[in-house]
């Protein structure tokens, strides 16, 4: 490569990319990868001639690939985003209606692996019973799917009731005492590298438990790690798939925001209507998985209507001059 090669290189690129402005931005980052690829094998080979090349090359774009490509790029994506209607949460109704349809398809299919169906239609029911599992632990913990896909067997096996010991029950409410006592508990290790909590309640738990008692018997799964693993055994259920095919089956007004990410950036912007304390946010974003900057910059959206709501009545106790030093102490007190 030599240098006088930069121009064609980025002509190259805008002909690949056409109007597909991320593709532009992965070319760039793969060219310049080659680039460290290839200096690196001319040390090794000592040719100070090519190495020489490919850093100038490599120096050229850093220096000029911004300006040309990159920064062009990021401004129209940038804009497409701003335009976009993928801020759009899930409505609490949708939410509501995939719950129950996800309650009553895992008791059919519960009961038939129970009852006295055939071996064809338990397998069936097996594998449809694991994914619905999978999608009722997804929605119920706000969890990314890819995390709950993971798990294995060892890492469920170690679920326990929380507070089994009533060593806390002196600083818990009976309602939070009741909870303790329905919902299983277990660690698995979430993005990037937190350990991360799953909640399961009685009856998601009692259907797991079925699937891992009659997978030897049904499936050919008995040798896998993974707690929903696939039909050949040999990886597990992708939950962004089970989770955008029973948003569809479910009959939701909207199922195209029924995913894990919005799932997770609907209860991060509901709170902020419960005006919970930093402590209460410390733990929510814990159990989420993530720090409580990225909880607050990235998982709270309707920025409109929070500054409608809540500002607004700052800005018109101004204007009409009503606002005094002690009338108020916070949005909501006025």
């Known amino acids: 490569m030599y240098p006088d090669a930069f121009k064609f290189i980025t002509q190259s690129c805008k002909n690949v990319a056409g109007w597909c402005t991320s593709l532009a931005l992965k070319i760039g980052t793969t060219v310049q990868k080659c680039l460290k690829i290839l200096i690196s094998k001319r040390i090794k080979t000592n040719n100070r001639d090519l190495q020489t090349r490919a850093e100038e090359l490599s120096k050229l774009f850093e220096i000029n690939w911004t300006d040309d490509v990159s920064s062009n790029a990021l401004r129209t994506l940038h804009e497409a985003k701003q ?39 338990k397998r069936q029911a097996w594998h449809k019973l694991s994914e619905i599992c999978l999608c009722q632990s997804i929605l119920f913990n706000r969890r990314r799917s890819g995390e709950l896909s993971k798990m294995t067997v060892e890492e469920y096996s170690k679920n326990k009731l929380t507070n089994d010991d009533g060593e806390l029950d002196g600083c818990l409410t009976k309602l939070e005492k009741d909870l303790c006592r ?17 909640l399961f309640p009685r009856q998601v738990k009692e259907n797991i438990d079925l699937l891992i008692r009659s997978r030897n018997s049904l499936t050919n799964c008995f040798n896998s790690k993974y707690l929903f693993p696939t039909k050949s055994a040999s ?64 998982y709270r959206l309707l920025d409109g209507t929070m500054q409608v709501a809540k500002v607004k009545k700052l800005l018109m106790m101004m204007e009409s001059g009503q606002i005094t030093r002690n009338s108020v102490n916070s949005l909501d007190d006025m």
């Open 83 to 121: 335009n976009s209607q993928k801020g759009l949460l899930p409505l609490t109704n949708d939410v509501k209606v995939m719950s129950e349809y996800l309650r009553h398809v895992a008791e059919r299919h519960a009961n038939t692996l129970q009852g006295s169906a055939s071996d064809c239609e």
């Open 182 to 198: 329905y919902y299983f508990r277990t660690e698995i290790i979430a993005k990037p590298g937190r350990i991360a909590a799953v």
């Open 235 to 298: 990886s597990h259920i992708r939950g962004t798939d089970v989770l955008r095919s029973i948003a569809i089956d479910c009959g939701a007004e909207h199922p195209e925001r029924l995913r894990s990410t919005k799932l997770r950036k609907h209860i991060a912007t509901m709170t902020q209507l419960f005006n919970l304390s930093d402590n209460d946010l410390d733990i929510l974003a814990k159990f989420l998985g993530h720090d409580i900057r990225v909880h607050r910059e990235f």
